[in-house]
C-alpha cells in the first residue's frame, strides 16, 4: 500500500468514527443534560471535521496526538452509564487511559473515573428564565450560547429579548441579524418569525420580542415571565441605581450588567471572583471583556511568581461605538474612522483588574489601541515578577494552567508560529496564551494574549448565568 492510500485510508476510517460519535454526543445531551467536550472543547452540536479538528488542536498542548480512536471507546462507556447533569471530558480520559498502568479495560477505568457522576445524580433545578436587554453584538452572541445550551429542555430558557421598535419589518430585521453574522458565521440551527405573536422562532425556542424605550414600563409577568434573570447589555445603566429599574419589574429576580459596573457593585469574572457572588447580590456586572481577559493570567501569574508591577496595552478590535467615517464623537480621537485607523484610546481594564483581583490594587497601567479589524484583540501583559523564571517554566506552567488548574475554562494555550488573530475567532476562552510570543528575562516577562472581545466575553457572561441559575453543572475527569 502507498503511503497516500495509507494516509487516505485512516482519514476515511475516522471519518466514520466520528459520524458514529455524534449521535452519541447528541443523545447524551438531550437525553442526560451531558455536555461531551475534548480538552474543554464541546463536541455538541459539531459536525465530521470539527470533531476531528477539536483532536488535533491536543497536539499544541499535549506530547502527542489524540485521535477520535482513542476517544470513541470512552464515548461509548460513557453513553452506557446512568449519568446525572455533567461535562465529561473524553480527550482527557483518553490521555489519561493510556497513562494508566492498573491493567483496567477500558470499561472499568470509564466507571472509575466517573463514579461520582452515576452516584450523586442529583436532580435538574427548576429552569430559569432569561430576558436579554438590548440585542447588539453580545445579545445576538448570548442568543446563540442559550439557544445551543437548552439541550434537554431544562436548565436556562431564552423568553424574550427588549429592544427599542425601529419602524417597519423591525421583527424581521432582528431575526435576520441572529441568522446571520459577517464575524461568527451562520446561526447552528432554524430560524424563523412569528409576526401575530411578535416572537422570534429559535431551534423550536420560543423567545418573545418586547419593545419598549423604558425599563419602567414592562411588566415581564404578562409574557408568562417569572422569576428572570435580565441581562442588560446595553451599557446604558452602570450603577445600582439605573440597573434597578429592570430589578423593580415584575417577574424579574437578577440583574447582569456586561459592562464594568460603577460603586460598590460586584465586577465578576467567573474563574476568578466568582465565589463571593451571594444570594443577596441581586444586580452584578460581568466586567468588561478586557478584564475578563487579562484577569485569568494575572491570577495564575500572581499565585506562582508573584507580580510588583505591570503594565497591559490592549490592541483591541474596533467597536460599534466608533465611527465608520471621520465625524463628532463625545470621546477623544474615537471619532476618527474606525476601519482606517489605529486609535489610541483609554483602558479601565488595569485599574477595573483589581476589583476582581485585589492583590493586584496600584499594581497595573494600562492603554489601548484600536485597530481596522472587527473582532479578536490582543492585551500584551508587561509584569516585573517577585521571583525569577525562565520561558521554558513559564510557558510549562500555563499550558498546565489550560489543561489542568480551576481556571482552564478561561486560559488557552497555543502554541503556533504560524497563528494571527482570525484563528481565534469563536474562541470560548477569556484568552488564549501565545507561548511562542512569550519573552522572560530573569523577573521580567512578557505575555501576549489573544481573546474573542465578543464570544470569549460571552461565554464568560453565560458561566455567571449558570452558577446564579443553579446549572453549572460538574466537569469530569476530576484534575
Not at 45 to 71: G, Y
Not at 193 to 206: L, P, S
Not at 345 to 366: D, I, Q, R, Y
Amino acid at each position: 500500500m502507498s503511503k497516500l492510500e495509507d494516509h487516505f485510508g485512516r482519514w476515511k476510517n475516522r471519518e466514520e468514527i466520528a459520524e458514529a460519535m455524534i449521535p452519541m454526543i447528541g443523545r447524551l445531551q438531550r437525553e442526560k443534560n451531558v455536555t461531551t467536550t475534548v480538552y474543554s472543547r464541546s463536541l455538541v452540536n459539531k459536525s465530521v471535521i470539527q470533531i476531528l479538528k477539536a483532536h488535533r488542536f491536543v497536539k499544541q498542548i499535549e506530547d502527542s496526538e489524540l485521535s477520535v480512536v482513542d476517544t470513541f471507546p470512552v464515548l461509548q462507556e460513557v453513553a452506557k452509564l446512568d449519568l446525572g447533569p455533567c461535562r465529561i471530558d473524553i480527550g482527557k480520559l483518553a490521555v489519561e487511559y493510556k497513562k494508566d498502568n492498573r491493567g483496567l479495560s477500558i470499561e472499568e477505568y470509564v466507571r472509575a473515573e466517573l463514579a461520582e457522576a452515576t452516584s450523586n445524580k442529583g436532580g435538574m433545578p427548576e429552569p430559569t428564565d432569561v430576558v436579554l436587554y438590548g440585542f447588539g453584538r453580545i445579545g445576538r452572541i448570548l442568543a446563540r450560547l442559550l439557544i445551543e445550551k437548552v439541550g434537554s429542555g431544562n436548565g436556562l430558557r431564552l423568553k424574550a429579548i427588549v429592544v427599542r421598535e425601529s419602524g417597519k419589518g423591525d421583527l424581521q430585521k432582528r431575526a435576520s441579524l441572529l441568522r446571520r453574522d459577517s464575524v461568527h458565521g451562520p446561526f447552528a440551527g432554524t430560524i424563523a418569525v412569528d409576526e401575530e405573536e411578535n416572537a422570534i422562532i429559535a431551534n423550536g425556542n420560543f423567545i418573545k420580542v418586547i419593545y419598549s424605550n423604558d425599563p419602567n414600563t414592562i411588566d415581564y409577568t404578562q409574557y408568562g415571565i417569572n422569576n428572570a434573570v435580565v441581562i442588560d447589555n446595553t451599557g446604558k445603566w452602570r450603577d445600582v441605581d439605573g440597573l434597578s429599574q429592570h430589578l423593580n419589574r415584575p417577574g424579574v429576580s437578577r440583574v447582569m450588567l456586561t459592562a464594568p459596573g460603577k460603586g460598590d457593585m460586584k465586577n465578576i469574572v467567573h474563574g476568578v471572583n466568582n465565589n463571593i457572588i451571594e444570594d443577596s447580590d441581586k444586580i452584578i456586572s460581568a466586567a468588561s471583556c478586557t478584564t475578563n481577559a487579562i484577569v485569568p493570567p494575572l491570577k495564575a501569574i500572581e499565585d506562582k511568581f508573584g507580580i510588583e508591577f505591570g503594565h497591559v496595552e490592549t490592541v483591541h478590535s474596533y467597536t460599534n461605538d466608533q465611527n465608520l467615517l471621520d465625524n463628532f464623537h463625545k470621546g477623544p480621537r474615537r471619532g476618527r474612522a474606525a476601519p482606517l485607523n489605529m486609535v489610541l484610546t483609554e483602558t479601565g481594564a488595569a485599574t477595573a483588574a483589581a476589583k476582581a483581583l485585589p492583590s493586584l490594587k496600584g499594581k497595573l497601567t494600562g492603554n489601548s489601541i484600536r485597530v481596522p479589524t472587527p473582532n479578536v484583540s490582543m492585551a500584551i501583559l508587561n509584569l516585573t515578577l517577585e521571583k525569577e523564571t525562565s520561558l521554558e517554566e513559564l510557558n510549562e506552567y500555563l499550558r498546565w494552567v489550560s489543561l489542568h488548574s480551576p481556571l482552564q475554562r478561561q486560559v488557552d494555550f497555543v502554541s503556533s508560529p504560524d497563528a494571527v488573530s482570525t484563528d481565534f475567532v469563536g474562541s470560548r476562552h477569556a484568552s488564549v496564551i501565545d507561548a511562542e510570543a512569550t519573552i522572560v528575562n530573569g523577573r521580567h516577562c512578557v505575555l501576549y494574549v489573544w481573546y474573542d472581545n465578543e464570544f470569549g466575553y460571552s461565554c464568560q457572561v453565560l458561566r455567571i448565568l449558570q452558577q446564579i441559575s443553579g446549572v453549572e453543572f460538574p466537569a469530569y475527569p476530576k484534575d
